[in-house]
């Protein structure tokens, strides 16, 4: 069951610190495989983060994400509801992160937004890890104002 607590709103930012983890289950509190770090969330093993926003009419949405690298490029993908919007790769660093933007068409709802994290790696001089800081979503014509 899907608690209100979890439930976004449309034209807001969402900080990292507010993602979960999501272990495949319709609550949005699973643990994250990494953990928040002020307004960031990372992921420093294999996983999602995710967030549930409730989306008030059909329509083309623009969806924002500001990421940022830890060492090496960052590879994952943007899904919502299960569906891959985009592919991603993010090579900045927190000190300048990277701003992501995406079109989509969304019916009115509750969406699960989920961003992957899937080229872990942890050598002795190499430890890859995806931040993520804040995501939005945008009514396309609010976006274009």
Known sequence: MIEPADVHQLDTVVPGSELHGWEGTNTC?????????????????????????????????????????????????????????????????????????????????????MFSFTNDIHLSYLRRDLYIREFSVFEEKAAAD
């Open 29 to 113: 509190r699973g643990s994250l495989k990494g953990g928040q770090d002020n307004r960031w969330a990372y992921l420093y093993s294999n996983g999602r983060a995710a967030a549930i926003l409730d989306i008030p009419v059909d329509g083309p949405y623009v969806v924002t994400a500001t990421m940022a690298a830890r060492d090496d490029v960052s590879i994952g993908a943007l899904t919502i509801d299960d569906q891959v919007v985009s592919e991603y790769k993010v090579v900045q660093s927190r000190t300048q992160p990277q701003h992501f933007e995406w079109k989509v068409n969304l019916e009115a709802g509750m969406h699960l937004f």
